[in-house]
């Protein structure tokens, strides 16, 4: 089959990439071929490629794209002319122009769309206005015409069913998954307290994500607040680029004279992502709206005790196999369950087994990736 995943494929968009990476990988082996079509903003850095893939990047179109997502004209233009060159077309996220531009050139490719929880009650109230006006014009149609919508778990499932109002024949549940394997083997213990003059008997509270209202970071500045005057040791990194709340975070780490507790690290990736898991005694993502967080896999393969809210995309499994303290959205709730993980190691230790086992089971890409390939194939295009 030849595929073609649209997508910003970028550090920056975090999950989306990494899972398209590591699909690619696995698909490329079966013999497949993988084009990644990229809006890209000058300066952005792309994220790695898999050996064997091809990855065609577009410039976005400004000022449209300000305010329409991943608007390019050169985009379009390449649809245009090698589209009826792909046998699937696989768009990721809607609101954007990568979910609507494949559906407004003639072509006999499956169309499929990963929704990556764009509907959660949440992800829709942000920018309303612009959403119902994309709503109105095209979305709900073109999710009608969609051959596939892949979907992660039982709540995304009632997000496209209230969101359409009637439950979709071609919509799927597949979870996403990643390559265990690249997280066997974490670089010694050490390297990034070395790197951000942390001490051994410091306990560290690590997040990774975009600096995202979204990201539950209003709950977990609070919340470490309160953890900080029973725990003085411990220390808060923030690992991620400025979507918005960095000056808001700066804010309050002044206000509360907390500069030397918590540390804006940037974000991290490669082997300084794996040094900082290697090294945390904590991983922490209360986040309101994720589609499916890539971010706590990462932290559950790389057995660290987490903490999370049930809205990271697989909150039934973590129910299932009780694999992360899964927090209530307020900032309480979050203080609680940090010191919990913190002052208990007997308790930290059985969240680590317990989400390792889950990850192991569920979340394999070899798996995941057999999964999509056979809605591909069941589809009649094919």
């Given amino acids: ?23 690619t990988n696995e698909v490329l082996r079966q013999g497949h071929q993988v084009d990644i079509l990229s809006p890209m903003t000058p300066g952005e850095k792309s994220y790695p490629v898999p050996e064997g893939a091809r990855l065609i990047e577009c410039a976005r179109t400004t ?14 233009q390449y649809l245009k002319t090698h589209i009826t060159e792909y046998d699937v077309i696989h768009m990721h996220g809607i609101w954007h122009f990568g979910s609507l531009a494949p559906f407004l050139i003639p072509n006999h490719a499956v169309m499929v769309i990963t929704i990556h929880g764009l509907l959660d009650k ?22 009608g015409k969609a051959d596939l919508i892949q979907i992660n778990n039982t709540d995304e499932q009632q997000d496209v ?22 997280y066997a083997n974490l670089p010694k213990k050490g390297l990034f307290r070395n790197k951000h003059q942390i001490g051994t008997d410091q306990q560290v509270i690590l997040f990774m994500g975009r600096l995202n209202i979204k990201k539950g970071l209003d709950l977990l500045l609070p919340a470490f607040l309160k953890v900080h005057e029973k725990l003085p040791n411990a220390i808060l990194i923030l690992a991620g680029p400025d979507d918005g709340y960095q000056s808001e975070t700066e804010d309050f780490i002044q206000k509360n004279n907390l500069g030397n507790k918590i540390k804006l690290v940037g974000m991290l990736t490669d082997t300084d992502k794996k040094e ?17 967080s890539i971010a706590v896999l990462e932290a559950m393969t790389s057995k660290v005790a987490t903490l999370v809210s049930d809205r990271v995309g697989f909150g039934d499994y973590i129910r299932k196999y009780n694999a992360a303290y899964l927090t209530p959205l307020n900032s309480d709730g979050v203080a609680k369950g940090l010191l919990k993980i913190l002052q208990d190691q007997d308790y930290a230790e059985t969240l680590v087994k317990s989400a390792y086992k889950m990850v192991t089971e569920n979340f394999d890409i070899k798996v995941v990736a057999n999964q999509l390939l056979e809605e591909y194939k069941k589809i009649k295009k094919i």
């Fill in 276 to 292: 900082a898991l290697s090294d945390a005694d904590l991983f922490v993502l209360p986040s309101y709206s994720e589609g499916f």
């Fill in 161 to 182: 069913i209230r969101y359409l109002g009637y439950e979709p024949k071609n919509m799927v549940i597949i979870p996403n998954g990643m390559k265990l394997s690249e």
């Fill in 122 to 143: 949440w992800a829709v109230a942000h920018s309303k206005w612009k959403k119902d006006l994309v709503t109105i014009l095209y979305q709900k149609r073109l999710l």
């Fill in 1 to 23: 089959m030849r595929i073609l995943n649209i997508c910003a494929y970028t550090w920056a968009i975090g999950g989306p990439a990494r899972i398209i990476y590591d699909h």
């Fill in 63 to 76: 000022p449209v794209s300000n305010y329409y997502r991943e608007f390019s004209i050169g985009m379009y």
